[in-house]
């Protein structure tokens, strides 16, 4: 096979705890092919495990090499950039794990970065901490920079609002590593053993999923049953390879024929 997936997972496997109708039966078909294929999230606050637990329930069986977090993403680029460096962190569960798995230690003083993942425990006290940290010279890095939904009893403010809160107080600028950074869409791929026309993202979302994998000259397939809607598409100066309704619809060996293109794309 030459030819794997990047798939995004909220709003493409999942919605909410609810399985979005296919997606079982499309990992158990790539699965059953031996077709490579990683989950692709830029949910921080989930370890590998965290996600091998909760696709369980869901009639999804895959194994922790089979998941790739903005946390772990986040984790290596640091690692890479300044190694055995130390971190502020405003996050929980998976980055805090993928931090001191790739060497980092946490302390409340003095670090060389703040960085910011998705959470629901920190506090104002610990925005204030970071934000005279990064006065200080610490450097700002968010794991993503995913928006609020936007929905009534929506028990998270989201990333981009926090990080926008710290930008605005030290008038520094988060860079950020995760989906459509392509710090997380490259790593992704590397970690999947592919090349660059090798590579097929399904993904639910214009600005992250497909954006991040335009910019990379990956294949793209666009899934309606999330953020994004067939009426939106137009809207950008970029589109999708391929538009699905959702995974149920998915014909994989019609999608491997038409994406198998010569597109000319030079290895990144």
Do not use: C
Not at 44 to 54: A, E, H, L, T
């Amino acid at each position: 096979m030459d030819k794997g997936f990047l798939i995004d997972m909220d709003g493409v496997i999942y919605s909410g705890n609810d399985l979005i109708p296919g997606a079982d039966t499309f990992i158990k078909t790539l699965q059953d092919r031996g077709i490579p294929f990683l989950f692709m999230t830029n949910n921080s606050q989930r370890s590998p495990i965290d996600v091998v637990n909760k696709l369980r329930p869901m009639g999804i069986h895959i194994k922790e090499e089979n998941v790739y977090t903005s946390a772990m993403a986040t984790a290596w680029f640091l690692g890479f950039t300044k190694p055995n460096g130390t971190a502020y962190v405003l996050g929980e569960g998976g980055l805090l794990s993928s931090l001191h798995e790739n060497g980092y230690s946490l302390v409340t003083q003095d670090p060389d970065y703040v960085v910011v993942g998705e959470g629901r425990n920190f506090t104002l006290e610990m925005a204030n901490n970071a934000v005279d940290m990064i006065l200080g010279g610490a450097k700002l890095i968010a794991t993503n920079l995913d928006p609020s939904p936007k929905k009534i009893g929506w028990s998270n403010l989201g990333i981009k609002a926090i990080v926008k809160m710290i930008e605005e107080a030290t008038g520094r600028k988060a860079f950020s590593v995760g989906k459509p950074s392509p710090v997380m869409m490259r790593a992704a791929r590397k970690k999947l053993g592919l090349t660059t026309d090798q590579t097929i993202v399904i993904g639910d979302t214009m600005d992250t999923d497909i954006l991040g994998s335009i910019q990379m000259g990956y294949k793209t397939i666009l899934t309606l049953s999330g953020v994004s809607k067939q009426e939106e598409i137009g809207t950008y100066a970029f589109g999708p390879d391929m538009v699905i309704d959702s995974l149920k619809d998915f014909n994989i060996d019609e999608a491997l024929e038409k994406l198998s293109v010569e597109n000319n794309v030079a290895e990144f």
